[in-house]
C-alpha cells in the first residue's frame, strides 16, 4: 500500500496536500506524525484532506492536521492551497466564487491565477471564549504573564486561536523562549498561535508566528489575518494591509466590524508523490 500526495506551500508554509473525494481520510495521529518527519517522512507544517463537503451549501470539505497530529479548525494558506489543487484538478474555475468548508465553517474562495487566491475567511471574532480563553469580558487588550514576563496581547479567532503580541524587534531573543509558552499558556485551553508583530506604517506589518502543534514556521495566514484584525480593532492601520513573513508577503483587507476580512496571496506546487513507508506503520 502507498499514499499519493501533492506538496505544496504558501509563502513557505507548507503542506502535505491528499486526494480523499473518493476515498475516506483514514490517518491516525501516529501515521501523520511519520509523515511530518523532515528526515523520514515528507515534512509539512499541516497536512491537508480534500473530501466531499458536509455542508451541502458547500462544494467541497478540507480537513487540517498539525504536524504533531492534532487536528486544527482553519489554515490560511492551507485554503488557498486547497483552491489552488482543486482548480489544477478541473473542480474550480478561475475567477468563479465558491463556498468550501473547514473544520470550523465555511470560507468563499476565488482563483484569480493559477498562483493567486483571495480568500473570506469570515469576520474576526473576539469574544475570548470563541477562542476559547480565558478573560473577564472582550477588550482589545489583555494582561498576562508568560514565565515571568509581562506582556499585553490582543486575542482574536479567525477559525483558530490566536494571540497577538506588538513588538520593537521581530529578532529579539526572548521571543524564541516567549513563543513556545504563549502556545501552551493555561489561559488558552486549546493552546494558541502566538503571532509577534512590527508596525512599519499604518499598511504595512512585519509578523513572525509560533504555531500551536507546528513550532515557528515560515508564514500563517489565519496568524496575519489575526495580526490585521487586532491592530484594525485597535485603530492603528487602515483597511487594507501588506503583512510581510520570513517566507513572504500577504494581503489582508478588512473593512471593520460586520463585514468579512480577505486574505490575498500566492500559492506553489512542489511535487507529486507516493509515502511508502506508511505499509510500516500498520
Not at 69 to 91: E, F
Not at 117 to 143: I, K, S
Not at 255 to 270: E, S, Y
Request: aromatic share 8%.
Amino acid at each position: 500500500m502507498s499514499l499519493a500526495f501533492s506538496k505544496m506551500h504558501g509563502i513557505g508554509n507548507d503542506f502535505v496536500v491528499l486526494d480523499c473525494r473518493q476515498q475516506p481520510f483514514a490517518l491516525d495521529a501516529a501515521q501523520i506524525r511519520a509523515l511530518a518527519d523532515r528526515h523520514t517522512g515528507v515534512g509539512f507544517n499541516q497536512l491537508l484532506s480534500v473530501e466531499p463537503a458536509r455542508d451541502p451549501t458547500c462544494a467541497f470539505y478540507y480537513g487540517i492536521w498539525n504536524a504533531d497530529g492534532t487536528p486544527s479548525g482553519q489554515c490560511g494558506n492551507g485554503v488557498r492551497c486547497v483552491a489552488a489543487w482543486l482548480h489544477r484538478a478541473g473542480a474550480l474555475a478561475l475567477g468563479e466564487d465558491v463556498r468550501i468548508e473547514s473544520p470550523s465553517g465555511a470560507v468563499t474562495i476565488r482563483v484569480l491565477d493559477p498562483q493567486r487566491v483571495t480568500v473570506d475567511m469570515g469576520e474576526p471574532q473576539f469574544d475570548p471564549a470563541r477562542l476559547p480563553f480565558q478573560a473577564d469580558g472582550a477588550a482589545v487588550d489583555y494582561a498576562i504573564d508568560a514565565d515571568g514576563e509581562a506582556l499585553r496581547i490582543g486575542a482574536v479567532s479567525m477559525g483558530n486561536p490566536h494571540a497577538v503580541i506588538p513588538v520593537h524587534d521581530l529578532h529579539a531573543p526572548a521571543l524564541e523562549r516567549i513563543g513556545p509558552l504563549l502556545s501552551v499558556h493555561p489561559r488558552f485551553a486549546e493552546g494558541v498561535n502566538a503571532g509577534f508583530v512590527q508596525s512599519i506604517d499604518r499598511g504595512r506589518l512585519r509578523l513572525r508566528v509560533h504555531e500551536r502543534g507546528a513550532g515557528w514556521t515560515l508564514a500563517c495566514g489565519t496568524g496575519a489575518c489575526a495580526a490585521m484584525a487586532v491592530l484594525r480593532a485597535r485603530g492603528e492601520v487602515d483597511d487594507s494591509v501588506t503583512v510581510e513573513l520570513p517566507g513572504g508577503a500577504l494581503q489582508i483587507d478588512w473593512a471593520g466590524p460586520g463585514q468579512p476580512l480577505w486574505m490575498t496571496g500566492p500559492t506553489a506546487f512542489v511535487f507529486e508523490g507516493e509515502w511508502l513507508a506508511i505499509d510500516a506503520m500498520h
